[in-house]
């Protein structure tokens, strides 16, 4: 069996196609991960849905911000459309099983035996694996639930910045949800930042990227993240970073990760500039 996790395609349905023709998976046997976006920004989010959709049990996937986005445009009133790159996936006859299905992927996978965790962004320097897993259930839960559309519209915002077990409501799963969708630097107090986007040589001195805070609980298990395209891949101990920035006119990146790790990439033909 072999596992490949696959970087941010957002849209880009032709590269994620090639990409697939250059793994060749069994569809028996082999598993597909995806980081989250699997849609937004590219030219055919819908198309990018029904085919990870129709993968069935091969495919895992986490949700990404960009994920969380459609979901609110399609359950949640009144969200300010940024953009139409998701009218397709709204108007689309198969659109309430699609969002069915996008709702209940979950914001973590954890495989203990590959000592892997999944998330789209990052994760809270506190949390560990465990934790960090059972926190996104709470998250999960309430996406499946009949709540999803209130959450959804108030999961917008940059606070609380700061993780404590004591927060509750919608200021917990705003936390959560941040946490493991949007982080890429944090405070060196732990606080999470949420405006430096940029590679990590052009952000603030108070700032760090999230996987070199000091004492981070994860640290001892490999995380596999997308969410940067200015981080671009990384590989170093038990850190895969796989946003290759293929909606950018880089690369849809997948990594074999059920043993030495291998690379595959294929070209993008660039969608955005800025």
């Given at each position: 069996?072999?596992?490949?996790a696959?970087?941010?395609?957002?849209?880009?349905?032709?590269?994620?196609?090639?990409?697939?023709?250059?793994?060749?998976?069994?569809?028996?046997?082999?598993?597909?991960?995806?980081?989250?976006?699997?849609?937004?920004?590219?030219?055919?989010?819908?198309?990018?849905?029904?085919?990870?959709?129709?993968?069935?049990?091969?495919?895992?996937?986490?949700?990404?911000?960009?994920?969380?986005?459609?979901?609110?445009?399609?359950?949640?009133?009144?969200?300010?459309?940024?953009?139409?790159?998701?009218?397709?996936?709204?108007a689309?006859?198969?659109?309430?099983?699609?969002?069915?299905?996008?709702?209940r992927?979950?914001?973590?996978?954890?495989?203990?035996?590959?000592?892997?965790?999944?998330?789209?962004?990052?994760?809270?320097?506190?949390?560990?694996?465990?934790?960090?897993?059972?926190?996104?259930?709470?998250?999960?839960?309430?996406?499946?639930?009949?709540?999803?559309?209130?959450?959804l519209?108030?999961?917008?915002?940059?606070?609380?910045?700061?993780?404590?077990?004591?927060?509750?409501?919608?200021?917990?799963?705003?936390?959560?949800?941040?946490?493991?969708?949007?982080?890429?630097?944090?405070?060196?107090?732990?606080?999470?930042?949420?405006?430096?986007?940029?590679?990590?040589a052009?952000?603030?001195?108070?700032?760090?990227?999230?996987?070199?805070?000091?004492?981070?609980?994860?640290?001892?298990?490999?995380?596999?993240?997308?969410?940067?395209?200015?981080?671009?891949?990384?590989?170093?101990?038990?850190?895969?970073?796989?946003?290759?920035?293929?909606?950018?006119?880089?690369?849809?990146?997948?990594a074999?990760?059920?043993?030495?790790?291998?690379?595959?990439?294929?070209?993008?033909?660039?969608?955005?500039?800025?």
């Open positions: 069996m072999a596992i490949y696959i970087g941010d395609v957002q849209g880009c349905y032709n590269e994620l196609e090639a990409l697939l023709d250059k793994i060749q998976p069994d569809s028996e046997r082999d598993e597909l991960w995806f980081v989250g976006d699997l849609v937004n920004r590219g030219p055919h989010s819908l198309e990018v849905l029904r085919l990870v959709r129709d993968l069935g049990r091969q495919a895992v996937v986490t949700l990404g911000n960009h994920d969380l986005h459609l979901l609110a445009l399609a359950l949640a009133e009144k969200i300010k459309v940024r953009d139409h790159d998701l009218d397709a996936v709204l689309a006859p198969d659109r309430d099983e699609l969002i069915d299905w996008l709702r992927r979950p914001l973590a996978h954890y495989r203990p035996e590959l000592n892997t965790l999944m998330v789209h962004a990052g994760v809270a320097p506190q949390w560990n694996p465990l934790q960090t897993v059972k926190l996104a259930r709470e998250v999960s839960k309430v996406l499946k639930g009949e709540t999803a559309p209130a959450f519209k108030a999961m917008y915002g940059k606070k609380p910045d700061y993780w404590s077990p004591e927060l509750s409501g919608k200021d917990r799963l705003r936390f959560i949800t941040n946490a493991l969708t949007r982080i890429r630097m944090c405070h060196k107090d732990g606080r999470l930042d949420f405006d430096a986007k940029g590679p990590p052009d952000a603030p001195k108070k700032l760090r990227p999230w996987f070199e805070m000091p004492d981070r609980a994860t640290s001892s298990v490999r995380v596999v993240f997308g969410h940067w395209s200015a981080l671009g891949l990384l590989q170093q101990d038990n850190l895969l970073g796989l946003d290759t920035g293929c909606i950018w006119g880089r690369k849809l990146t997948a074999r990760i059920d043993g030495p790790v291998k690379i595959v990439a294929v070209k993008s033909r660039g969608y955005r500039s800025v």
